[in-house]
């Protein structure tokens, strides 16, 4: 009779392939493509919570269970700040995906955007978007390999015109950026326009960072044309920058109404903040829920100070913390169906992603790399706050989920000139 030994029977029953397969753990290296500084080295104050926004996301998913064994990194000399600026974002991309990343995250800004998800296609790698919302960025065909938990401008910049039609406004200058983002809302604005039977009356179109003595002279055109209502949409500084000339040219008073496609942020300068006094801009709507609630706590606690949930900071550090958690979502969901965790596989189950996060419900419309079911307030600019130093934006209204149509609480409203008198009536 044969004896085996313990040894003996395991190599028998492992070349039998009896003992089932035992996954060892991994840790899964990001790249992140974020802006806290500008171009010109100003503070991004929205993209430094973007990224505060991932480092809570990472530490919470590697320390919840939710990965099990595996971990996620996004390391120090894999995150880059990339200044929300096209030039050189291709590559800067390029030397992330030749690592040995799993996913690309960050990528906050449109034109940007566009190139790294070019980019991307060609590494097939995935990238996950927490803010590029231009409406080209929609086409899985033309972007397979990026997705984002951001609707299209198409759900956020028309409303501006609708907010205008609300209260009687027949008659828009126009300004906006010819980059990716700036073009998408171009169609926007001009479609809604034409809905409502607004007239476009001046436009003018120019390239991101344009000189501001540029800028202010097409503010004076539209001033000399005696029009009263003007629409900004383009990037942040651009958005500064005409809020900036409508302050030295005294545009600022009773009877003219601004909208921009922009929060700007807490700490801008004095005259962009008093330019902008009483202006409207769109914004996601956070529901009220556990998800937040425990956000907010953790990026207080990271901080070591309070933070204010009607800002643009907080609105980007909640999407970026809930981009973290797709990725992590997504690995899980890959080792659940006892597959390899590949950028292949990852691509496929981030478009699948459907999870409770801090913004609410994460899912894409079937068919396109666009969130699903995103719904939005409209915030209005009361200028600075009692400490004199930041601004405080007002929610003012929102757009009903089901049927589209735009709640405004008028009482709510500043309007420029620092009236609470509406210049229609």
């Known amino acids: 009779m044969t004896v085996w030994r313990p040894s003996e029977i395991t190599l028998l029953i492992a070349c039998l392939g009896l003992v089932p397969s035992v996954t060892a753990a991994e840790v899964f290296d990001l790249g992140g493509m974020y802006t806290y500084h500008y171009r010109d080295g100003r503070y991004a104050d929205w993209g430094d919570y973007a990224l505060h926004g991932a480092r809570i996301a990472i530490r919470e998913a590697n320390e919840s269970g939710l990965l099990g064994d595996d971990k996620v990194r996004l390391s120090r000399e894999n995150t880059i700040d990339y200044h929300c600026w096209p030039e050189n974002a291709a590559k800067m991309a390029e030397t992330l995906m030749q690592k040995d990343i799993l996913v690309l995250t960050g990528a906050d800004c449109s034109g940007p955007a566009v190139e790294i998800a070019r ?7 995935p990238v996950i978007s927490n803010g590029a919302n231009a409406s080209s960025l929609s086409s899985a065909e033309e972007f397979p390999w990026f997705v984002r938990v951001v609707t299209p ?11 205008a039609a609300h209260i009687g406004v027949s008659e828009i200058g126009y300004l906006h950026t010819t980059d990716a983002w700036g073009l998408g809302a171009r169609r926007v604005i001009h479609d809604y326009a034409q809905r409502r039977d ?14 501001y003595t540029t800028l202010e002279s097409y503010l004076s055109e539209i001033k000399d044309a005696g029009i009263r209502h003007i629409i900004m949409t383009g990037p942040t500084p651009d958005t500064v920058t005409v809020f900036r000339g409508l302050h030295r040219l ?5 009877g003219y109404t601004f909208y921009a496609a922009e929060m700007i942020s807490a700490d801008e300068d004095s005259e962009a903040v008093e330019g902008s006094l009483g202006y409207f801009a769109p914004m996601t709507m956070l529901v009220e829920s556990q998800e937040l609630a425990h956000f907010r706590e953790q990026l207080e606690r990271r901080l070591g100070r309070a933070v204010d949930p009607n800002s643009k900071a ?8 809930d981009h973290i958690l797709a990725v992590a979502h997504a690995i899980r969901a890959i080792r659940n169906d006892d597959k390899p965790v590949n950028r292949a596989n990852m691509m496929v ?4 992603m459907n ?24 915030f209005n600019s009361h200028g600075f706050k009692a400490d004199g130093k930041t601004v405080k934006f007002v929610p003012v209204g929102r757009v009903d989920p089901d049927s589209g149509e735009l709640i405004l609480d008028q009482s709510a409203i500043m309007w420029p000139g620092s009236t609470r008198i509406a210049p229609f009536r």
Request: net charge negative.
């Open 349 to 352: 189950y981030l478009r699948a």
């Open 355 to 378: 999870f409770a996060g801090a913004t609410g419900r994460i899912s894409l419309v079937p068919g396109t790399n666009d969130r699903a079911n995103m719904p939005v307030q409209i």
């Open 250 to 254: 005294g545009m600022n008073k009773p």
């Open 119 to 125: 980019v991307a296609a060609r590494y097939e790698v």
């Open 153 to 163: 401008s198409e759900a956020y910049e028309g409303y501006l015109v609708d907010v």
């Open 314 to 321: 907080f609105f980007y550090g909640a999407l970026s913390y």
């Open 198 to 211: 607004i007239t476009i009356a001046r436009e003018f179109g120019f390239p991101r960072d344009t000189e």
